[in-house]
């Protein structure tokens, strides 16, 4: 295979994975409550504030000693995951539960408004310019370092920390869906949720504990983010949020694996056309996409909800 081809490839996966990230967020509050929670991209852009916030008040930095720098990596990602949860959670209480019963619009523009809300937050906080961070994950070849193979094509300690905070939180979620009391409850609440309340499942909780997982991941993208990119911005969560948007209806919103493949699949998207196009057309072409699968494929790529509603 073509080396260029196949980095390309490495790139758009590792990219991909970030946004299956956020994109279980919108797939997963869509699949309960049949919201597309606009604020979600933003909790996201909060969260990696948050994450640059912390990194740099723990001096975590270059050259640092690995141990160490394992262990406050870790507790930054414990902290920001329960912030982000903390606000996302609070944002249903406050913005989209006094809601639940209204017409299907008004909680669709409390959930824009929330969304501008957020943006200005991390406007006022960080400034409307981009904040830099240093290289504290090697951009090196793992497989010459490691392995000892001169080869052009590159998997970086970088794509390989993505995955692995990335794949975990990825089965750990499908695991706790499919298999937990809590879980069984999500998938009730998504098909019936006034038969739910008469067979004795806490609605209101179960659509709580929804948006706190949904929170979290959208916390632990963040700081995936900052490290992978080294680098975040107010506005950040737009950006994010309409690929992450797109991957969940490109696999089936309120899927899973499917809002998984949707990520994927855009990441490559993503990484072909920024290499073989032009990354001004990126964002054009991502629309497009997401035009192309509600006009032709509206179910996505899976095709199945959380629970599938009569």
Avoid: C
């Amino acid at each position: 295979m073509d080396e260029q081809l196949l980095q390309t490839i490495i790139i758009g996966l590792s990219n991909g994975l970030i946004y299956a990230l956020v994109a279980l967020g919108y797939t997963l509050v869509y699949g309960i409550i049949e919201l597309i929670n606009f604020a979600h991209g933003d909790v996201f852009m909060l969260g990696s504030m948050t994450a640059l916030t912390l990194l740099v008040m723990f001096g975590v930095g270059p050259g640092g000693e690995l141990l160490t720098t394992i262990l406050l990596i870790a507790a930054v990602l414990a902290i920001v995951m329960t912030l982000t949860a903390t606000l996302n959670v609070s944002i249903e209480r406050v913005a989209y539960r006094p809601l639940r019963h209204a017409p299907r619009l008004a909680p669709l523009i409390s959930a824009i408004g929330m969304s501008f809300v957020l943006q200005n937050i991390g406007l006022l906080w960080k400034g409307p310019t981009s904040l830099g961070f240093p290289d504290v994950i090697p951009n090196t070849n793992v497989l010459t370092t490691v392995f000892g193979l001169e080869t052009a094509v590159a998997i970086t300690y970088k794509q390989l920390f993505a995955a692995l905070i990335t794949v975990p939180l990825l089965i750990a979620l499908t695991w706790f869906v499919a298999k937990t009391r809590q879980g069984k409850a999500m998938r009730a609440t998504a098909q019936d949720p006034d038969t739910a309340g008469l067979m004795g499942i806490d609605v209101n909780r179960t659509i709580a504990v929804t948006f706190i997982i949904a929170g979290a991941l959208a916390g632990a993208a963040g700081l995936v983010q900052v490290l992978y990119n080294n680098t975040t911005v107010w506005n950040l969560g737009f950006r994010f949020g309409l690929n992450a948007f797109t991957s969940a209806v490109l696999g089936g919103i309120g899927n899973l694996q499917g809002a998984v493949l949707g990520g994927i699949v855009l990441g490559l998207i993503n990484a072909f056309s920024d290499r073989y196009l032009s990354a001004q057309w990126t964002n054009a072409i991502v629309f497009g996409v997401l035009i192309a699968i509600l006009v032709f494929r509206p179910t996505g790529l899976l095709g199945q909800q959380l629970a599938d509603r009569a």
